[in-house]
């Protein structure tokens, strides 16, 4: 709880000096409780109220992709155990990409639950660092810093009893971005699942980025390797950018497909896409 206030209070006095801090940094949201539900089949939403944390469970063997911020850890770990998986059941911990409000609490569940961390070598320096690997235009923050146990390949599929997870990197947002797909049995046929990425500017520092130079062509990539994945159900670390919880709420009230939506990943690439050309156009009007 200490260490929570004494962010709460650095966070308040950043944002005194930097307005628009406090958005990029932290939201209430992020560790607001939410209960826990069943998605499809068998991947469950265990995050908090503004960020997506997701479980995929084979019998009692269990993948979390993604942990929150480092102060949600508490509530992620209580939303597991509250669909009936006890810490131990989770082997895999991974990682849509390594900034403090998806990563911060891997190190926790890490300790707690046991699990290996297998992460992009992109990625691998900023999680074993707790911090963010890139030039942006304010500071990103310190994270708990943790050791990856094993390094993904592009298109590598991890399985865990029953489950399959196939890693696509997705460069951009942070050098090792890893958009994750599986496949689930929702309602009655097969649904393609993708968890993408961000591909939101995040502060990144799109022309002349000295730390991470190719940094637009990366975005540009991941934009169009996105953009091509077929996805019937979007599930996004952020859980506003696909309704996830507004479907959820459909869900509960009797609509048996309300998860499925294969428009909704093109119509997040369109809106990262024009945010992205809009921010390069005015970094390259300031360079002129
Ligand atoms: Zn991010």
Known sequence: MKKYISFSATALALTMMMPGLAQAQSDPDWTAP?????IADNVYYVGTKGIGVYLIAANHQAILLDAGPEA???LIEQNIQALGFKLSDIKIIINTHAHLDHAGGIAQLKRDTGAEVYASPGDRWALEHGTHDGDTNYPTGHFPPVHVDHVLKDGETIALGGVRMTATFT???????????????APNRVRNVVFPCSLTIGGNILVGNKRYPGIASDYEHSFALTRAM??????????????????????????ADAFVDPQQLGRIVTTARAAFDKQRAKEMRRKR
Do not use: S, Y
């Not at 077929?230 to 609509?255: C, F, S, W, Y």
């Open 230 to 255: 077929k996805a019937d159900i979007v599930l996004t670390n952020h859980p506003e950018m696909a309704d996830v919880l507004d479907r959820e709420a459909r869900a509960q009230a009797g609509q």
């Open 34 to 38: 939410t209960a826990p539900f069943r």
């Open 72 to 74: 949600a850890a508490p």
């Open 171 to 185: 460069p951009g947002h942070t050098r090792g971005c890893t958009t994750w797909a599986t496949q689930v049995i």
